[in-house]
């Protein structure tokens, strides 16, 4: 059997899976980014027969996504859930638990692969680099598209490291044409250095190629087809959605450089200067580096920005920073004074980071404290904010909610009327809207976001400013109330 293959995790890597299920407890809530692949874990662990009650049905958003990524983590979820008996919340976490179980095996494969390479002292040093680096390990067990194309870019570069080139096909196949199409300027390059060091010879990977995409693409699109209820390949309208169309810039814009002197070294922190050292030492290590510069520079040529976009960079530019760090560890008690120095600098950008995403997700306990005010045998009728929405709020946080018994109704409908909004009982709004429910509505609690930093002259000296961001707000009625069901 492939060493790649198998499911074994060593001791720092179970540190490394710990480290992302803290993040996990400490950010439970999620973002509008993840909001697809959360919802529809939801429907698949609990409206297994009923299609017509799937989010997606009744918000399909810009483009369609694929399932495939979702049912790959409801099923293990699922099962645990429907054997625990477990709540909703509660099955959440464990659906982000086993995604990030996902993500640390894959590296866990891809630190092995480069062990046979670099040896022991380097893939240990990568595991400790990656384990203090904040966003790979917060990212982790987030249901973004991102993350599934992270495992298949792990244990694509895994297999091509071992030359396995049928097993790189097929999870690099996964990746590009299900996941996230950009990772072909990230795999390709590595498959374009074998070739030009006549490792490989192209005839080898033509036929299997073609072989292996149709059949991805016949299985992966028939599920999607299935659940999307008409023809589609869902990452093909993604890529022609956002490259040929750009439409991702509605989303914002960056200056061109600004994956390189903003994402990446935000990402990567100390260990950015250390792979440029990584790279001037051993020209091996440019094998690694070069693919993943190569990504990021083309990929800097799209508009729209996101750090979480090339964090698929991240891993082979710590192979780099690790092959630099290996020796100095070695060289004295001094040497190591400086390296944990270093990772005491790495735990105190973590904290910063860790502190504005805790604060970052205000609809989540705004939308906990919401089922605090009426009990779930009461009719109750909930209107849920457009900010509310993309900030913490989703399916699984509905304590109420039963396909057969919808004594709540929760409504996210955007662009409804004030008139039509006021008679809910429960409002998630933004503090700007409030003002136009003062006569129909009480403010139960305010809720607050992350909303930059300010420094102190005494400790911590770095405090996290916060802003009001999510209004409670309780009906005044106390007649039967109104149905807005059909509004």
């Not at 750090?307 to 710590?318: D, G, H, I, Q």
Request: proline share 5%.
């Amino acid at each position: 059997m492939s060493d790649v293959i198998k499911f074994k995790l060593r001791k720092d890597e179970l540190v490394m899976l710990a480290v992302v299920y803290f993040y996990l407890m400490l950010c439970p809530f999620n973002k509008v980014e993840e909001s697809f692949n959360t919802q529809a874990i939801h429907d698949m662990i609990y409206n297994t027969k009923y299609l017509y009650y799937y989010d997606h049905i009744t918000f399909p958003g810009s483009v369609p996504r694929t399932f495939i990524g979702a049912l790959t983590v409801a099923l293990p979820t699922g099962t645990v859930s429907y054997l625990t008996q477990c709540s909703k919340t509660v099955t959440y976490s464990l659906a982000r638990m086993v995604l990030g179980l996902y993500v640390v095996w894959s590296f866990s494969t891809f630190r092995r692969a480069v062990k046979k390479v670099f040896g022991s002292p380097t893939a240990n040093c990568l595991v400790w680099i990656t384990c203090s680096q904040f966003h790979f390990m917060f990212y982790a067990s987030r249901t973004l598209p991102n993350t599934f194309g992270m495992c298949c870019l792990l244990l694509s570069t895994a297999y091509w490291i071992n030359k396995e080139w049928e097993s790189f096909l097929w999870c690099s196949g996964f990746g590009v044409l299900i996941f996230r199409s950009e990772l072909v300027i990230l795999l390709g390059p590595m498959l374009l250095l074998e070739l030009l060091s006549r490792k490989l010879n192209l005839n080898e990977l033509i036929t299997p190629g073609l072989q292996t995409a149709g059949i991805i693409l016949i299985g992966c699109c028939s599920i999607d087809t299935y659940l999307w209820r008409y023809t589609v390949w869902p990452e093909a309208v993604v890529l022609y959605y956002n490259t040929w169309l750009n439409k991702s810039s509605d989303w914002g814009t960056l200056p061109l450089l600004w994956y390189f002197y903003s994402a990446l070294p935000r990402a990567m922190l100390l260990a950015l200067p250390l792979a440029v050292v990584g790279c001037l030492k051993d020209r091996r290590v440019l094998n690694f580096a070069t693919p993943a510069l190569i990504f990021v520079v083309l990929y800097s040529l799209l508009p729209h920005k996101e750090l979480r976009f090339v964090l698929y960079a991240v891993p082979l530019l710590n192979v780099a920073a690790a092959h630099a760090l290996s020796p100095i560890w070695n060289k004295g008690s001094l040497a190591k004074l400086v390296v944990l120095g270093g990772f005491a600098a790495h735990f105190l950008c973590c904290s910063l980071f860790l502190s504005a995403s805790y604060h970052n997700y205000p609809g989540g306990p705004a939308f906990q404290a919401l089922h605090e005010q009426a009990p779930c045998s009461q009719n109750t009728t909930v209107y849920i904010g457009n900010y509310a929405a993309q900030n913490g709020v989703s399916r699984f946080g509905e304590r109420c909610e039963s396909l057969f018994e919808r004594r709540w109704n929760y409504v996210k409908t955007e662009n409804l009327n004030v008139e039509t909004i006021k008679n809910f009982d429960l409002l998630l709004v933004e503090p700007k809207e409030a003002h136009h429910f003062r006569k129909t509505h009480s403010v139960v609690e305010k809720f607050h976001a992350y909303a930059g930093l300010k420094f102190s002259k005494e400790p911590p000296f770095v405090l996290t400013k916060k802003k009001e961001a999510v209004y409670l707000l309780k009906t005044k009625r106390t007649k039967k109330t109104v149905d807005v069901r059909n509004s």
